[in-house]
Antibody, heavy 121, light 107 residues
Framework: QVQLVESGGGVVQPGRSLRLSCAAS????????MHWVRQAPGKGLEWVAL????????YYADSVKGRFTISRDNSKNTLYLQMNSLRAADTAVYHC??????????????WGQGILVSVSS | DIQMTQSPSSLSASVGDRVTITCRAS??????LNWYQQKPGTAPNLLIF???SLQSGVPSRFSGSGSGTDFTLTISSLQPEDCATYYC?????????FGQGTKVEIK
């Protein structure tokens, strides 16, 4: 079955960096666009970034542009999020998600359980 | 960016009630609208895609409708296990913006 497992979260001081990983299994990872979505404590879902299946293009939310970098290693079935210059406002649970294209529509049909990133001094 | 606005932000209803949640897009998104259910401490779960298509395994009491800018998620007969927060999401363009969520509680 499809499985997405995030790792790499934790507590980090403002201004520091952290790299999240998302290990994928149960599907052909290299054929899917992948996303990161975050949820601050008690808040709603915020889309963060996407990367195309072959890594040829990516897109970022304005709130993280220039600080976060999404990447992937299709040989390792792994998605990454490099987070630099972290701020308190980046504190959230980060989910990776698979985007499927079907019936002329795009949707997130598989999600990881999420990993907590806490930015605090 | 396309803004998604849900209403209400929360609601309380009795078991068996018909529940309706609305979602409005800031521009025409055709039928590129998805609905997710999220229970506390868990990842979101896809309910509806392409505005009205029921995801496999989702109970038939959930349905979606709408096109253009106005969309609706309906629970035909609310069950205790439907207590959750519901989010709409547009997939017409990037960023794939979400609504702010609607929390559904049982009276």
């Amino acid at each position: 079955q499809v499985q997405l497992v995030e790792s790499g979260g934790g507590v980090v001081q403002p201004g520091r960096s952290l790299r999240l990983s998302c290990a994928a299994s149960g599907f052909t990872f290299s054929t899917y666009t992948m996303h990161w979505v975050r949820q601050a404590p008690g808040k709603g879902l915020e889309w963060v970034a996407l990367i195309l299946s072959d890594g040829s293009n990516n897109y970022y939310a304005d709130s993280v542009k220039g600080r976060f970098t999404i990447s992937r290693d299709n040989s390792k079935n792994t998605l990454y999020l490099q987070m630099n210059s972290l701020r308190a406002a980046d504190t959230a649970v980060y989910h990776c998600a698979r985007e499927t294209y079907s019936s002329s529509s795009h949707f997130f049909d598989s999600w990881g359980q999420g990993i907590l990133v806490s930015v605090s001094s | 960016d396309i803004q998604m606005t849900q209403s209400p932000s929360s609601l309380s209803a009795s078991v068996g009630d018909r529940v309706t949640i609305t979602c409005r897009a800031s521009q025409n998104i055709r039928n590129y609208l998805n609905w997710y259910q999220q229970k506390p401490g868990t990842a979101p779960n896809l309910l509806i895609f392409a505005a009205s298509s029921l995801q496999s395994g989702v109970p038939s009491r959930f349905s979606g409708s709408g096109s253009g800018t106005d969309f609706t998620l309906t629970i035909s007969s609310l069950q205790p296990e439907d207590c959750a927060t519901y989010y709409c999401q547009q997939s017409y363009s990037s960023p794939r913006t979400f609504g702010q969520g609607t929390k559904v509680e049982i009276k």
